[in-house]
């Protein structure tokens, strides 16, 4: 390519010996491309997941200070307090899971209008990741009810 130095593309003139061409045609423009794609898609996730946790914590914290407030004001109410502390957002796991099966259904659609056969490949299969978290978390959700005391 001219007027363009990179990695796989470097000029002939030896600048970066052994790297003129790509001897085994595999077209690293196209990865790259995919790898530039997938990236912002794995921290978005990433930083869901973050956000998510430490808004559990930041809750959880504020909540147990409320507990030993209580038990220094008004021992009676604690009761009431700690069982806000076992019963935490119905929603909030389910919704974890359903965020990273959105995310690689995004991924696989975002594969599917790829027209190049290797960049679909590549995005479908790292759909898969994405899909088999969110499934796995919503499992457990659904596990974690089923064998939850019932009150």
Known sequence: MPGRLSFWHAPASGLLPGFAHDPDGIDREK???????????????????????????????????????????????????????????????????????????????LGLTDEDPDARRELLRAAIVPLVVGATVLAYVRLAARSAPKV
């Open 31 to 109: 990865i790259m491309g995919t790898t530039e794609v997938l990236i912002p898609i794995a921290l978005f996730a990433a930083m869901t997941v973050v956000v998510a946790l430490l808004t559990r914590l930041i809750a959880t914290g504020m909540l147990n200070r409320t507990i030993r407030e209580a038990l220094r004001s008004d021992p009676g109410s604690v009761p009431l307090l700690a069982e806000k502390l076992e019963a935490r957002q119905p929603w909030a796991d389910p919704m974890l899971g359903w965020v990273f099966i959105a995310l690689a259904v995004a991924m696989a659609l």
